[in-house]
């Protein structure tokens, strides 16, 4: 009895003497000394008691596989897997005399019901998403997806603090070099990645380039995209730590599809998607080509609008670039308190920040109307992307091109657009091109970056990124 009492000891020190880890002898068959292990913050006590009591009658009538549940799985005894388990959510059943423990496979984490994403609404289609539980998360893509070659697998990363990484694929259409390479990454991940916990820190391990401006890794909570890409040749990968689905191989113009696209009618799903484009150059170029016409290039505005131009910004004491960075960065501001307050007072900073660029700094003199329309219709443009990711980096893209305008006008927009395509020509995404398909230049797909095809046509959703020339 000291054995079992000096053990319960040892295994509450182990667990720095929490309040809710719970370690206690209980009497069971055969004689044996047996300790219960879990916290009972992450554990169903009726669960445990009820598994257990399956457990002894098994043990009393079925000396072999006394142990032979669904939800348990008897192993040799090592104090550090029992810390994994019992961190993990598991209820283990110590037993001194043989030295073997029992996991309970039934954790009761705490998650969210699967409502739709707030960050990606839509008007049409499905409004589930995904919730941090990998079980629940599984199931709803396995609800959409019902085929046996939907391969899921699991990698655990971290040395401490561990997390898991679940990554899916179809085994007929994902590319084997795209996924050797997302294996290695993960494979990377073991000793560096401890104590994950938010999307970013995935995405520097997997992104191929880190450091640029444009994601490389698309994020979605919602299931419908994640069949739809899964579909598409994709693999996606999901934690036990956040909502967000990481979507790998991606290109550029994948930002761009909604699901709405493909629950409207064919010439009104092109429309917004050609709308959607347009827009990514809208949001970058268009301050620029403000601050460079009014810098230098007054020349190519109608003579009318160009008397007004200038009467409007004669009052204005310093340069556009200046004028432009005022609204700007005002318009930022607003943006970040509205995500960060309450939403009861969004509404309320809405009104105020509508107030201070609308008419108060034009009426001070500090900005002309001119620019405030510019940079409204900027701000407007840079959220039509259905991808909070790629609209964030579209905001900060804008402003090196304000600089090469201010600098040299019409010919430092074409540097830096020179400077962007090289780039985005260089990018690869799982070392797929993050351009396909205009570099490297495919006509067939081509189209699919404006028009969505019609379902008759193909038996399923048209695809912009093809990496084995086959559909599903």
């Not at 219709?377 to 090469?404: D, G, H, K, Q």
Request: some cysteine; aromatic content about 10%.
């Amino acid at each position: 009895m000291l054995q079992l009492e000096s053990m319960v000891e040892k295994l509450k020190a182990t667990f720095y003497n929490s309040v809710d880890f719970i370690a206690r002898e209980i009497s069971f068959p055969k004689d044996q000394y047996a300790i219960l292990c879990y916290y009972s913050s992450m554990a169903n006590k009726k669960d445990v008691q009820d598994i257990l009591n399956v457990l002894k009658v098994q043990t009393t009538f079925n000396e072999k596989s006394w142990d032979a549940t669904t939800s348990s799985r008897k192993e040799a005894y090592n104090l550090e897997t029992l810390v994994d388990y019992v961190c993990q959510g598991y209820t283990v059943l110590l037993l001194l005399n043989t030295q073997q423990m029992v996991r309970f496979s039934i954790p009761n984490l705490p998650h969210r019901s699967p409502d739709e994403p707030t960050n990606e609404a839509i008007l049409r289609g499905a409004h589930e998403g995904f919730v941090e539980d990998t079980d629940v998360n599984l199931g709803l893509i396995r609800k959409r997806m019902r085929v046996p070659d939907l391969i899921v697998k699991k990698v655990t990363v971290g040395k401490d603090n561990k997390a898991d990484i679940y990554y899916m694929y179809l085994a007929r259409f994902a590319n084997q070099e795209n996924l050797n390479d997302l294996e290695q990454k993960l494979n990377n991940m073991k000793e560096k990645a401890d104590g994950l916990y938010a999307s970013g820190q995935l995405n520097d391990f997997v992104e191929d380039n880190p450091l640029s401006p444009f994601p490389q890794i698309m994020n979605t909570e919602r299931p419908d995209r994640v069949f739809a890409n899964l579909s598409e040749g994709k693999i996606v990968m999901m934690s036990d730590f956040s909502p967000t689905a990481y979507v790998a191989p991606v290109t550029l113009f994948s930002f761009y599809q909604s699901p709405d696209d493909f629950n409207s009618r064919v010439i009104v799903g092109s429309f917004y998607r050609m709308v959607r484009v347009f827009s990514f150059i809208t949001a970058i170029f268009l301050p620029a080509f403000y601050i460079a016409i009014v810098s230098f290039h007054y020349e190519v505005l109608p003579i009318e609008l160009s008397k007004k131009l200038k009467l409007d910004i004669s009052e204005i004491p310093y340069r556009p670039i200046f004028e432009a960075l005022i609204v700007e960065i005002i318009i930022e501001l607003i943006r970040e308190a509205s995500i960060r307050l309450p939403q009861a007072l969004v509404q309320t900073i809405g009104i105020v920040g509508g107030l201070v660029v609308g008419d108060v700094i034009i009426s001070a003199g500090l900005v002309s109307n001119m620019v405030v329309i510019v940079v409204a219709l900027t701000a407007i443009s840079s959220y039509v992307a259905p991808s909070v990711e790629l609209n964030t980096s579209v905001r900060v893209l804008r402003f090196p091109f304000m600089f090469a305008a201010a600098l040299l006008g019409f010919f430092g927009i074409l540097i830096g657009a020179l400077i962007l395509g090289v780039h985005l020509c260089n990018l690869k995404s799982l070392k797929s091109p993050y351009i396909y398909p205009i570099v490297p230049f495919d006509p067939k797909k081509t189209k699919q970056i404006l028009f969505r095809g019609k379902h008759t046509t193909s038996g399923t959703q048209p695809t912009s990124f093809d990496p084995k020339g086959k559909k599903p």
